[in-house]
């Protein structure tokens, strides 16, 4: 990951441990994971604890990267504001 966006110059870690606080929403992206696959397990039929923990923990293992991702670039959305006037060449 670049230190400063290539085209405005903007810090990618205004400060140490901004992203701290993406894990919050990482949370919440897990927890949509979660509910989404217990519901759909639920639908099509019965499962144990152990195959809802190891579906569950699969799904997690598997969207991690772009968890990881998605949840800094949404709380580094929430704090730096886009500027449309800002152009690349
Ligand atoms: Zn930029």
New binding site residues.
């Given amino acids: 990951m670049h230190d400063?966006?290539?085209?405005?110059?903007?810090p990618f870690e205004p400060e140490p441990g901004y992203y701290y606080g993406a894990m919050f929403i990482s949370y919440a992206f897990n927890a949509a994971y979660f509910f989404t696959m217990w519901v759909a397990l639920s639908l099509f039929g019965e499962f144990g604890t152990l195959e809802f923990s190891i579906a569950l923990i699969s799904i997690a293992a598997i969207l991690f990267p772009l968890t990881f991702r998605w949840s800094r670039v949404l709380w580094l959305n929430i704090f730096v504001r886009y500027?449309s006037r800002?152009k690349?060449s």
């Fill in positions: 400063k966006c290539t085209c405005c110059h903007q500027d800002v690349c």
